[in-house]
């Protein structure tokens, strides 16, 4: 007999061992929503809370509409927001459950979940993250453009719980998981946030020949000279797209869609081929190598003459518009890479790009920009700094998808 026919889930806790309970949402849990009028809004009042304030790290504040002290009041008679409740979206951004852990404000067009004996919100709000809820509502939310959920769907949820003791302790080793995630995420944009200030420091900025900041023992000048004259691009390489998939098995792929805005690779849209003819180095972004994006889709031109530096022990298939950068003999790498990464290099970029639909960014144009060097000695110091920082923000992004990994079987194995 399977695991789902016994009522018990694949991944379980030792000393647990009974079969859990299935009812229905609405049988063990308040579920309301908010309002679905449309309040006037003013410059000072009570935030109103709607689906698009909804987000994977919680309430998002820094959008938000405000209603008068009578409306808040009203629409408070019907679903007043307490701590410890659940909000989850029904308009527009459906599927990102929120406990709650401020109040003080109302909400519109958002299911609002309310804790009784029987379950756990500390439970239920994991429960909600799970694919077999994610699949429930992906079959049953409506609509043409703008998609909705009716409440009577979500009371309508039909799911299994254990005891109250065995839902705390499924509740506190997933928030233990995603503590982590938060905390490792706050570590990686203070480590970016530091490589941006060194960015702006350590390079010359507009009309002076040294920087703001320089390492002990270093006085010199630094000299004009051309990128071309420092480095060149490699040849384009040729992956067919119809040969790319999401299936995580051959070769991982940076293409320009797992190109990241900021100029990293970004893991949540992946690239894979599975099979490659006469694979050589050549083909492939190696580890302390560099590429530049050469053309972009946006008419805002985030990513075209954005540089991407691989700080792993990857390696990386480049595919059409990523190519390859080669440091010529008597310079350091990363120093050119750095040099390359800072904005003052990316927005001159982004006024050479030519063309209508998509834009490309010619050899020529990236040979003939101007830029301040030091000397090798000086090169080597600022490229091992810049080194150290990229390798630690590529660890802590590998640390961050592995626990996203490990959050994502724990939900798929700690539920039926």
């Not at 399977?2 to 889930?9: G, M």
């Not at 519109?108 to 429930?136: C, G, M, T």
């Not at 992004?397 to 994502?408: A, F, G, P, T």
Request: hydrophobic share 40%; aromatic share 10%.
């Amino acid at each position: 007999m399977s695991k789902d026919a016994k009522n018990v889930p694949a991944l379980r806790f030792r000393g647990y061992s009974d079969a859990w309970e299935k009812r229905k949402l609405r049988e063990v849990s308040d579920v309301r929503d908010g309002t679905h009028a449309s309040p006037k809004y003013y410059s000072q009042g009570y935030p109103l809370v709607t689906s698009k304030n909804l987000t994977s790290a919680g309430l998002d504040f820094s959008n938000i509409s405000l209603i008068s002290e009578l409306d808040y009041k009203n629409i408070n008679k019907r679903s007043r927001v307490d701590k410890g409740d659940i909000l989850f979206g029904m308009i527009g951004t459906i599927g990102t459950p929120v406990m709650v852990h401020e109040s003080n404000f109302a909400i519109k067009n958002v299911a609002l979940i309310k804790e009784r004996e029987a379950v756990l919100n500390s439970f239920l709000v994991q429960l909600l993250k799970s694919p077999a809820f994610i699949n429930y509502i992906r079959n049953e939310n409506v609509g043409g453009t703008q998609k909705f959920l009716s409440l009577n769907t979500i009371r309508n949820f039909r799911f299994s719980f254990p005891t109250s003791k065995e839902q705390a302790m499924v509740s506190r080793f997933l928030e233990k998981i995603d503590s982590l995630i938060a905390a490792t995420q706050d570590k990686l944009s203070f480590l970016k946030k530091m490589k941006m200030f060194f960015l702006q420091q350590i390079f010359p900025t507009k009309n002076h020949d040294v920087p703001q900041i320089r390492f002990d023992g270093f006085t010199d000048v630094w000299s004009h000279y051309k990128l071309g004259s420092l480095m060149r691009i490699d040849k384009e390489q040729e992956v067919k797209k119809e040969l790319l998939t999401d299936i995580q098995k051959g070769f991982y792929v940076l293409a320009m869609r797992t190109f990241s805005m900021d100029g990293y690779i970004d893991h949540s849209k992946p690239y894979w081929l599975n099979h490659l003819d006469n694979v050589s180095d050549d083909k492939f972004l190696l580890p302390r190598e560099f590429a530049i994006l050469d053309a972009d889709m946006d008419a805002n031109l985030p990513k075209i003459g954005r540089v991407l530096l691989n700080a792993s022990s990857e390696k990386y298939l480049l595919a059409a518009h990523v190519r390859k950068i080669q440091v010529k003999s008597g310079n350091d790498p990363i120093f050119i890479y750095a040099l390359m990464r800072g904005n003052s290099v990316h927005e001159r970029l982004k006024l050479e790009a030519n063309g209508s639909i998509s834009k490309r960014l010619l050899d020529k144009n990236v040979y003939k920009q101007s830029i301040l060097v030091p000397n090798r000695s000086e090169q080597s110091k600022i490229g091992r700094l810049f080194f150290l920082l990229e390798t630690t923000i590529t660890l802590h992004q590998q640390k961050i998808q592995m626990l996203k990994q490990v959050k994502k079987s724990c939900l798929q194995n700690l539920f039926i």
